[in-house]
């Protein structure tokens, strides 16, 4: 008689676990892209005042350096309120402030999250019991450099919204009861929108992944 080991019995439930995993993985929800390349088929360009110039170019959505804000809008009315993620990659190329700040529904609601803010290494949200990204509990400090392209995720529930920056998890906040706001400067980035302040950008690989309740 074969003698089963701890190994040999935790090899066979990881085999009996395979199907399972494979078939929740065919049952996640696939991500949209909101931005193919070559066009800006689903957004609009704010008028902020003093925005820099935006194009599509190369494959990316070049943001030109503005007096304030530069960005673009997601001009569609069906983007949800809350269980799903955004994620988008961007770059700045100029300037020394955020190049890639993401506003988006938070149920009722908006909040903007901001890499690079206040000076450029001020990571946050804003706003939370009308605290902004630079004086509230998520407030985080990092440095980015010109030219390098960095990947951001994040991830909005009933409950939470959290945040990734290539892949390294840097917001986690508990939103029960907390009063979430925007700044009024971005109004018109209202419902999703992405904007750079006072800098150069490029941005790409923008995608929508809902997810069940």
Sequence with gaps: MRTITPAIA??????????????????????????DGKRLEHFEIPQFGGEGTVEVKDGVIA?????????????????P?????????????????????????????????IPGGWGGAVVGLSSIDGA????????????????????????????????WIDGKQVIDANTEGKKITTRNEVDLSHPMGIVAWQSAAEIRKIELRVLGE
């Design 63 to 79: 943001l030109g350096q503005g007096v304030m804000l530069t960005g673009i809008t997601y001009k569609q009315d069906d983007f």
């Design 10 to 35: 935790l090899s066979a439930l990881l085999l009996l676990a395979l199907p399972i995993v494979a078939e929740e993985a065919k049952q996640q929800p696939k991500a949209k892209s909101l931005f």
């Design 132 to 163: 902004d990204a630079s004086e509230n509990e998520t407030t985080k400090y990092i440095a980015f450099k010109d030219n390098q392209w960095y990947q951001f995720k994040i991830r909005v529930t009933d409950k939470k919204i959290e945040a």
């Design 81 to 113: 309120r809350s269980n799903y993620e955004l994620s988008w990659e961007a770059r700045r190329t100029m300037g020394i402030d955020f190049f890639a700040a993401a506003t988006f529904p938070v149920q009722d609601s908006y909040c903007s999250f």
